[in-house]
């Protein structure tokens, strides 16, 4: 904002009559007539009244780059009226006596029209360029900023304009680019030898002549842009001396100036839109209303678009107030802050617009978008006539009919039809059109845009437009009303605590984590930020952070199992061992779950059950109510690699598969178990039945629903959802595919052979054996072991000593050496365990059993952090380590 601090715009200049900006200047002056200013008169050669022929060669040529692969455009003529052939007739003869054009046999073609000149009413003749700018690599060359010449203007008295005449003929087109501008007409083809106007790089080319020209005049006393050529001076016989040495180097280098568009020896001069002069920069008077009817007739055009222009009564509101009654007419800051802002508004680069057309039987339907927002719709019935109509005419039909019912919108602006009949693409390099056809290629012709094919599938807005209902409902039934929109939950705290309450800690929801809580919660309840604050509801719960465990990226590429095609067509089995043992005899759990649907059962069993047992309860909890699946995928656990289990599944045709796969229905059903503890106070198995209900009914991502939906078609019952109805495969199919494509980002594809040596990652939150002693191991990573044989694309089959024959011999291998943890310090025995001591206690609590209390602390071992610490027994911690208790 330098300018800012060197000139005073002063508004009321203009409109208070009598006062002379100047009035402060000693050297005053008036535009003298051009035969007094000798300097002018000693250069006629430089204002002729025509310009003599073609430009000299210069340094610089015009030059137009293509962009790779550009082929030969050739476009038709516009269509004008007799009175505007002649006068495009008139301007071709002109330019071929010059010799700016010449006759054309080039494959290149651009239609012509023709505008008015700002200072007379002869129209000019204009080529349109746009196709070829498209696929021209733009000059970089910069234009200076205006603010920025408006700073060199410093303490200036003295002015003179030169404006240069039909400046960009004054400069050559490379040869070899001249094929490039040929423009079509009645009277054929002509091909530009100057440069010409719309062209996209012509402004850079011109700057970058006229910087050249008066490279050693600029910042001193000339200011250029593009042709135009302002002089200033602080004195008269400055301004002598500066005019002079303008108007040789412009003999110099032949370029002609326009005398009746120039100015000299003056005190102001209108220059950008501004009015400069001694005492600082004005606005051009001649760009602002000075009567009412002028801002009447101002506000008119802006209110014409004042629905693109956001908040506009109030911008308009100072230019308004103006118009009302017994109001002085009186224009100041704020009226011209309101007037620069809506111009500001008004030629802001509009932003392009689309529609979306679709046709049927039923009849012609369009949407209008700006931005992805819808602006405007548009229907009608087809006429009789219409009726028809091939499909091809009929989509066709909406695209005109678009075009007409939206000409004010679309007219000279860039727009983007999209169709869902393809053809219409190639509409206008079609051959053979028909005269209906011919017709609307005329009307399509007038708008500069671009026809795109899109699916009816994605042109849903549109497309829905145009299809009619043909029948109503005759018989059906009436969901209640209150149960068929979501319900909008008040803003009030009670009532929103009370729901998430109900779907989280209650014994039908169990500490679901945020996002099964929100997916259950969002079918049936609404309200503003619902998804934070089930989020944040669960993020505070004491409970989940107590008790959920925590989820990290193992290396190994996931290999997702093929599909079944029917529910409880596969199962999967584990076990969950472990576990406190219960009165009625439980310390483990059996899950089964159906990988189609994700229905779990969870069935607390006994470690000592035999094969017989388990068979048992298989039939009973399993085949009574699902059937017999062809498939069973499990771990190789001795419960199923027992001949009787084997001879079981023989004679019911079921095949056996060993891969665990319930790994993350375990950890969700250890955690509601651990909550239950908590909250509850309960034995487990009391609890399984609430667990397994909550698992069956909470929001599965991969399914989109939750397993009791996908298996009986409809929601399960419960407090909060009494009336629920329920693409399984797809769903998992979609959920799989995203699933592996997240994992694997994070993964490593290792692979080993036979007889290689590799480590083994052991994880204590698995229930593995943990070597015949209490602690806890400190090794990440044990062994090397020898790989005995590959069972899979990740797992493998190691020789493990006898010491860890608890431990599954399928694992994935990991070969990851310097992530092993250290073991300085420890005394690691023959069984890789070592002896751990506790560093101090963290709390205590007391439990209670059928006869006694017991109490426990929460004890921080060595080598592990606060939030490994686990819960003993004080008096074995007594026992164990008395010196723990000595303060």
Known sequence: MRGHRRFVVDLSFFFNSGEDPNSGCDNQMEARPTDDIQIVCDYPDVFPDELPGMPPDRDIEFLIELLPGTAPIAMRQYRMAPIEHEEVKKNIDELLAKGYIRPSSSPWAFPVLLVEKKDTHVKRMCVDYRALNKVTIKNKYPLPRIDDLFDQLQGACVFSKIDLRSGYHQLKIRPSDIPMTTFTTKHGLYEYTVMSFGLTNAPAYFMQLMNSVFMDYLDKFVVVFIDDILIYSKTKAEHEEHLRL????????????KFSKCEFWINEVHFFGHVIYKGGIAVDPSKVPEIPKEVCGFLGIAGYYRRFIENF??????????????????????????????????????????VYCDASRDGLRCVLMQEGKVIAYASRQLRKHEVNYPTHDLELAAVVHALKIWRHYLFGQRCEIYTDHKSLKYIFTQNELNMRQRRWLEIIKDYDMEIHYHSGKANVVADALSRKSYANIALGFMMPHELCEEICVPNVDSIRKLIL?????????????????????KERFWWYGMKRAVAEYVAICDTCQREKAEHHRPAGLLQPLKLPEWKWEEITMDFIVGLPRTQKGYNSIWVVVDRLTKVAHFIPVNTTYSGAKLADLYISRIVCLHGVPKRIISDRGSQFTSRFWEQLHDSLDTKLRFNGQTERTNQILEDMLRACAIQYGTSWDKC???????????YQASLKKSPFEALYGKRCRTPLFWNQTGEKQENLRVAQSRQRSYADVYRRDLSFKVDDHVYLKVSPMRGIRRFNMKGKLAPKYIGPFKILERKGEVAYRLELPPSLSGVHDLKKCLRVLEEQAPLEGLE???????TEHPVKILNTLERSTRNKRIKMCRVQWSHHTKAEATWEREDELKAAYPALFAN
């Open 246 to 257: 303008v108007l040789q180097r412009l003999r110099e280098h032949k370029l002609y100036a």
């Open 313 to 354: 009564s109030k911008i308009a509101k100072p230019m308004t107030s103006l118009l009302e009654k017994d109001v002085e007419f009186r224009w100041t800051s704020a009226q011209q802050a309101a007037f620069d802002e809506l111009k500001k508004r008004l030629t802001t680069a509009p932003k392009k617009f689309i």
């Open 501 to 521: 309450s109900e779907a989280h800690d209650t014994a039908y929801s169990i500490h679901p984590g945020s996002t099964k809580m929100y997916y259950d919660l």
């Open 688 to 698: 399984l039945p609430y667990a397994e209900f909550s698992y069956n009914n909470s």
């Open 828 to 834: 690691v025995q023959e069984d890789l365990t070592y």
